[in-house]
């Protein structure tokens, strides 16, 4: 049996997720029909730049990484962040297309787990 957990270590001892002052994870989803590799490519390194500029101690952001979803001709653009403005304002200065940003919560397998955090 796999056992999953929230790769932010939030869950309390009863499973349930607990509030932390850790960085949260967020995507923004973007419908890109006709989208092309240098299109994707381009908002990818605008949304680097863009989060790199912006991060400061009272406001953390990092950009994490762009899945393409080809039979659905839609982005998720993936964040770190203290909170969803800070997400919205580093799409917003790249000038990302987004339609939502919102909190997410990712599981990993252990085994996954164990390449990500060697």
Known sequence: MVTAKP???????????????????????????????????????????????LAAPDKPVRYLRAIYLPGEQ???????????????????TAQAPFEQITEAVEYLTESAESVANP
Do not use: Q, Y
């Open 74 to 92: 839609r982005c998720i653009w993936v964040f770190k962040a203290c909170d969803l403005a800070t997400v919205r304002l580093v799409n917003d």
């Open 7 to 53: 790769t932010d270590g939030s869950a309390n001892a009863a499973g349930n997720l607990a509030t932390t002052s850790r960085l949260a994870l967020f995507v923004a989803v973007c419908d890109m029909p006709g989208a092309t590799e240098a299109l994707i490519g381009g908002v990818h390194r605008a949304l680097d730049a863009a989060a790199r500029r």
